[in-house]
């Protein structure tokens, strides 16, 4: 029988097929060895899942959850949640890939700190991997400063699954469910700490979910009105600012590649 994982990672699938096999590669890599690998096949469309499947039934480290209907990445990693094993719960999107001493440096700054989350730098990597930009993390982020701008790369976070109960989970917003999330936690933590490693390449897509601006303000408006509770107008300052940090934080991302 296996031992018990110290971390689950819990990656999200809805055709990644062309990143797949990179990300899995990075994770099967690490130096830390202490882990599961739990894949959530979120597709109605079953024409990649023998590939997922191939892929995951080379290494027994690896388990696939195949949702029945389309949930989306939030709902679909809070099954898997349910279904982890770790005491840490580390996040990955299907196309990003992680630094070989990502778990081993990650979790030994959580435990020497005492920490219940915490995240990383990360650079920017285009479809080919090709490196575009950076991104460096606060060490310390309050609610106040979260509100204004969501500043953590959802692939380079680590949480101690004790504090994700459940209230504390991801949301049914498309994009956003990450940032919602963040915001929950930190009214416990008071502040979620950043650790200044680069430790994972985040990809940027022109045509994922996350880079459509339409959709990315009707999320942020529902995360500030419907789940944060601020009036209409209160929200609709409040999504508007959020859109100008990210601009803005783009072109800082960009301008310090070099």
Known sequence: MNKIPEVSIIIPYHRKKLFFQKIINSILKQTYKKFEIIIIY??????ELDFVKKITN??????????KKILGPGLSRNKAILSSRGKYIAFCDADDLWHKEKLNLQLKFMKKNSLNFS???????????????????KFKVNYAELLKSCDIGLSTVMIRKRILQKNKIFCKLKTKEDFKLWLKLIKKEKNLIGYNKYLVSWRYLKNSLSSSILQRFFDGFRLYNTYEKYDFFTSLYYVIRLSCYALIKKINIYQTHG
């Open 58 to 67: 080379m290494n027994s480290k690896i388990r696939l959850i195949i949702n």
């Open 119 to 137: 995240h990383t730098n990360y650079f920017v990597i285009d479809k080919n991997g090709k490196k575009i930009g950076k991104f460096q993390s």
């Open 42 to 47: 979120d597709d109605f469309n079953l024409g």
